[in-house]
């Protein structure tokens, strides 16, 4: 059963950093591509950065130089360092697990106040 549990989520005046993980269970981490993915309230879910097995990153890019993603294949875990945080990145972050199917994490809140 995969089961992907975000965290970090929070609070955070512009300007600001916050640092979220999702930790995977169920798959063969090393080989899974991994993203983090966002949704701000009215619009459509879209890519904030993926990284794969292998450690090739792809970002959005609205997020370039400000956000980073990484993993700990030991750990089993992706991380989101975000930094610079603005207004405009206020969202529900969600990770994903692109393999055969695409399993999802329940989501954590990012709120960027001005």
């Known amino acids: 059963q995969v089961q992907l549990v975000e965290s970090g989520g929070g609070l955070v005046q512009a300007g600001g950093s916050l640092r979220l993980s999702c930790a995977a269970s169920g798959i063969i981490f090393s080989l899974t591509t991994m993203g983090w993915y966002r949704q701000a309230p009215g619009k459509q879910r879209e890519l904030v950065a993926h990284i794969t097995g292998a450690g090739s990153t792809n970002y959005a890019d609205s997020v370039k130089g400000r956000f980073t993603i990484s993993r700990n294949n030991a750990k089993k875990t992706v991380y989101l360092q975000m930094n610079s945080l603005k207004p405009e990145d206020t969202a529900v972050y969600y990770c994903?697990?692109?393999?055969?199917?695409?399993?999802w994490g329940q989501g954590t809140q990012v709120t960027v106040s001005s």
């Open positions: 994903r697990a692109t393999m055969q199917s695409n399993y």
